[in-house]
């Protein structure tokens, strides 16, 4: 089943990409706890670090943001 929820999906790759979420949050310029906030979807990056974000998770903007779910 794929993830449905923006958090979900950033969770989701961030370990298929073999990240933590200590490494994942030093690779995009934040902290730990904004990344373990983002997965939890209490909150999610804002204007460029959304493209920061889905670069460095190998996907779109658009998949990873977006409400569409990969088929």
Not at 8 to 16: Q, V
Not at 36 to 47: C, F, H, R, V
């Amino acid at each position: 089943m794929m993830p449905t929820t923006p958090g979900a999906r950033i969770r989701a790759l961030r370990k298929e990409r073999g990240f933590t979420q200590v490494t994942f949050a030093a690779a995009v310029s934040v902290t730990q706890p904004a990344v373990s906030q983002w997965e939890q979807d209490n909150y999610l990056p804002a204007g460029p670090l959304r493209l920061v974000v889905a670069e460095s998770l190998g996907t779109s903007v658009d998949y990873l943001f977006g409400e569409q779910v990969a088929s």
